[in-house]
Each structure stands twice: as C-alpha cells, then as structure tokens.
C-alpha cells in the first residue's frame, strides 16, 4: 500500500516549456488535490477533483490545468512554465467528498528557469 | 490576504516540556480545523483536528483548543519529544476549501 506517489520527484523546466506532473493514490479515495508550497507561505490549492470525472479551481489555478484519468489518477499540466512557477508541488487525496483529513504524496520540487 | 495566520515562524522546546503552537483565522465559515505536521522532503501528515463546534479534541500528547470569539487556535503538546521536530501547518476547511497557515518549526532539543 504505497498511498500517495507523485512524479517526478525533481524537475528543472526552461521558461515556456510544459510539462505533467503525475499523481495516483491506491487507498480508493474519491477526492483528489493538487497544491503548491513557496517559502513562507502555506500549501495553496490549484485544483481539486472530488469525484472521478469532475474538476473545480482551486485558490490559484491560473497557469494550471488538471485531469482526473480515472479514479487513482490526477494530473496536472503546466502548458508554459514561468518562473513564478517555481515551487513545490503536492498532490493529496481524501475519501469524503469535503475533505479534511487529506493524505499528501511526497512532493515534486519544480525549477523554472 | 492571508486568512489563517501562524506568526510565529519557529519554536525551540525542551524535551519533556510543553509546546504551544498558535493560530489565528479571520474567516468564521469553516467547519473544521486541523493541524498537519511536515517532515524535510515528505508531504505534510494529518495530526488533529477540531469541529468549529467544539473547543478543545485530545488524541494522546496532543490536544487542540479552538477559541471563537478570539479566533484563536492552538496546539498543544505534551510532553515533548526530539521526534516532535518538524514543521506545523493550521489549516481550516471546509467542503473543498482548505486554507493553511504559513507554518511554524518546532525544535525539541534533547
């Protein structure tokens, strides 16, 4: 039982470039988030899933976009990356439909130069 | 604007005493309160939370207390332990919406 699992771990993205993060959990959940952390501040919500084949923005999903492939998986894409994109990225599930106790992957730390 | 605040970014604390982690919050429509605790290189835990009903939720060293006229919450641990280091979040949620704090760092020296 892995939990959460996010990849890549590390990336390092030229300004305009895209790239998927990747996420999947295996503990069934039906709710699925995609936050960022940036120093001195909190985890900030892009997007959410809180079903299989729905998504709503979250607090700061300008630049974003999600897929929820199926019920263990949800992407997301940055189409441009931009430096103000740099930040660490978590990926969380939780198995009610509004969540409070979520369970958060390890993390993929993203560069954009 | 930030509407759950931590402003204290660290905490040092001896082993074996008590450590007090605050939290203030300015928006009063949020059903719950939690607190997660985040290790270097992995994503945040779950370690308590309160319903915005309640005052005070106990789970073993650690116990949250919810003040709603002051807005105020605090997490409280006891005793402490080295193991305890680690960087805590408030957050306050509700339906979807999870707010968190900037976080503070608990240092437990032996």
């Known amino acids: 039982n892995a939990g959460v699992t996010q990849t890549p771990k590390f990336q390092v993205l030229k300004t305009g470039q895209s790239m998927t993060l990747q996420c999947a959990q295996d503990?069934?959940?039906?709710?699925m988030y995609w936050y960022r952390q940036d120093p001195g501040m909190g985890l900030r919500l892009i997007y959410y899933?809180?079903?299989?084949?729905?998504?709503d923005k979250g607090e700061v999903p300008n630049g974003y976009n999600v897929s929820r492939l199926n019920k263990r998986e949800f992407s997301l894409r940055l189409e441009s990356a931009a430096p103000s994109q740099t930040s660490v990225y978590f990926c969380?599930?939780?198995?009610?439909?509004?969540?409070?106790?979520?369970?958060f992957g390890p993390g993929t730390r993203l560069t954009v130069t | 604007d930030q509407q759950v605040k931590q402003n204290s970014p660290s905490l040092s604390v001896q082993e074996g005493r008590i450590s007090i982690l605050n939290c203030d919050y300015t928006n009063s429509m949020f059903d719950y309160f939690l607190w997660y605790k985040k290790y270097p290189a992995e994503g945040p835990t779950f370690l308590i939370s309160?319903?915005?009903?309640?005052d005070k939720n106990e789970d073993g060293r650690f116990t949250v207390f919810l003040n709603k006229s002051a807005k105020h919450l605090s997490l409280h641990i006891v005793p402490s332990q080295p193991g305890d280091s680690a960087v805590y979040f408030c957050?306050?949620?509700?339906?979807?919406?999870?707010?968190f704090g900037a976080g503070t760092r608990l240092t437990v020296k032996p």
């Open positions: 899933s809180a079903s299989e084949g729905t998504t």
């Open positions: 309160i319903s915005s009903i309640k």
């Open positions: 503990m069934n959940h039906n709710s």
């Open positions: 957050a306050e949620c509700s339906n979807n919406d999870m707010r």
């Open positions: 969380a599930s939780s198995d009610r439909g509004y969540s409070y106790e979520q369970y």
